[in-house]
């Protein structure tokens, strides 16, 4: 990834893309738990990465955080599966790239494969926090809402904040590489909206703020932002232990009900 500072309170991103299977943090993660395949901590040696997921179309309709068990997490050789409370860890090598991928079926319903962005380990704790994703119907309308390409990506937006910038409201994203991908806004509640023209503070932490759409899958995205305050901070950005390179996955979707998760640091 390259930043490019244009003004204080506008600057240039490069999201390096690829299109293999791979996988943001964001929000507050809780304890340790889920079933992993990985090994043990030994001495610092590993890496142990955990989060929560909870149900995209559930807070919509009730405005509540409702955990989603039975799905399976898979980072390179390991997987993990989700707890009743929406929990899920798995160890790896401290050297190693993180990239999990979060997919399956819970009480028979069956959920979009998730890839979050790409990082290393800044600790030996990485904590992806908040996983707020669609089931494979809600991400089927949130597409027919887009009016979006299937054959093209879609991108959730993710936000965190540091240091003096304490709101990401009336930010623009706008997407100057590739042609043709197009910005849609999220509203106070959560929906996408037709009529948003910046980004509004997330009702949850965690909960995207916008999505990018008809993305050529494996693009590198050359991202945008302006914000009255703030700015983009540049990559590799340190957030809850993960080192974000900059890097997401993206792929078409479909087939495969594939979306993706990018997660930008505003200071």
Same mark, same amino acid.
């Given at each position: 990834?390259?930043?490019?500072?244009?003004?204080?309170?506008?600057?240039?991103?490069?999201? !390096?893309?690829?299109?293999?299977?791979?996988s943001t943090p964001?929000?507050?993660?809780?304890?340790?738990?889920?079933?992993?395949?990985?090994?043990?901590?030994?001495?610092?040696?590993?890496?142990?990465?955990?989060?929560?997921?909870?149900?995209?179309?559930?807070?919509?309709?009730?405005?509540?955080?409702?955990?989603?068990?039975?799905l399976t997490v898979?980072?390179?050789?390991?997987?993990?599966?989700?707890?009743?409370?929406?929990?899920?860890?798995?160890?790896?090598?401290?050297?190693?790239?993180?990239?999990?991928?979060?997919?399956?079926?819970?009480?028979?319903?069956?959920?979009?494969?998730?890839?979050?962005?790409?990082?290393?380990?800044?600790?030996?704790?990485?904590?992806?926090?908040?996983?707020?994703?669609?089931?494979?119907?809600?991400?089927?309308?949130?597409?027919?809402?887009?009016?979006?390409?299937?054959?093209?990506?879609?991108?959730?937006?993710?936000?965190?904040?540091?240091?003096?910038?304490?709101?990401? !409201?009336?930010?623009?994203?706008?997407?100057?590489?590739?042609?043709?991908?197009?910005?849609?806004?999220?509203?106070?509640?959560?929906?996408?909206?037709?009529?948003?023209?910046?980004?509004?503070?997330?009702?949850?932490?965690?909960?995207?703020?916008?999505?990018?759409?008809?993305?050529?899958?494996?693009?590198?995205?050359?991202?945008?932002?302006?914000?009255p305050t703030c700015?983009? !901070?540049?990559?590799?950005?340190?957030?809850?232990?993960?080192?974000?390179?900059?890097?997401?996955?993206?792929?078409?979707?479909?087939?495969?009900?594939?979306?993706?998760?990018?997660?930008?640091?505003?200071?």
């Amino acid at each position: 990834m390259r930043m490019h500072p244009l003004t204080p309170a506008m600057c240039l991103v490069l999201f !390096a893309a690829c299109s293999s299977s791979s996988s943001t943090p964001g929000g507050t993660g809780g304890d340790d738990g889920g079933s992993s395949s990985g090994g043990e901590d030994s001495g610092g040696s590993t890496v142990t990465e955990h989060g929560l997921v909870y149900d995209y179309g559930t807070f919509l309709t009730s405005g509540t955080l409702v955990a989603v068990p039975g799905l399976t997490v898979t980072d390179g050789d390991e997987t993990a599966t989700t707890d009743a409370t929406g929990n899920w860890s798995i160890t790896l090598p401290l050297s190693a790239t993180l990239h999990p991928v979060v997919t399956g079926t819970s009480k028979g319903d069956p959920y979009s494969n998730l890839m979050l962005p790409t990082a290393t380990a800044a600790a030996s704790d990485v904590d992806w926090g908040n996983i707020i994703f669609p089931d494979v119907s809600t991400f089927q309308l949130e597409r027919v809402t887009l009016g979006s390409d299937d054959a093209q990506a879609v991108v959730h937006v993710v936000t965190d904040l540091s240091g003096a910038c304490t709101s990401v !409201a009336g930010g623009v994203l706008t997407v100057t590489s590739p042609p043709g991908a197009k910005v849609n806004y999220f509203d106070s509640t959560g929906y996408p909206s037709a009529t948003a023209t910046s980004m509004v503070d997330p009702p949850v932490p965690g909960r995207p703020v916008a999505d990018i759409f008809d993305l050529t899958p494996g693009a590198d995205i050359t991202l945008s932002v302006t914000h009255p305050t703030c700015h983009l !901070a540049a990559y590799p950005v340190t957030v809850t232990g993960a080192s974000l390179t900059g890097q997401v996955t993206t792929k078409a979707a479909e087939p495969g009900d594939n979306n993706s998760a990018m997660n930008i640091v505003l200071e």
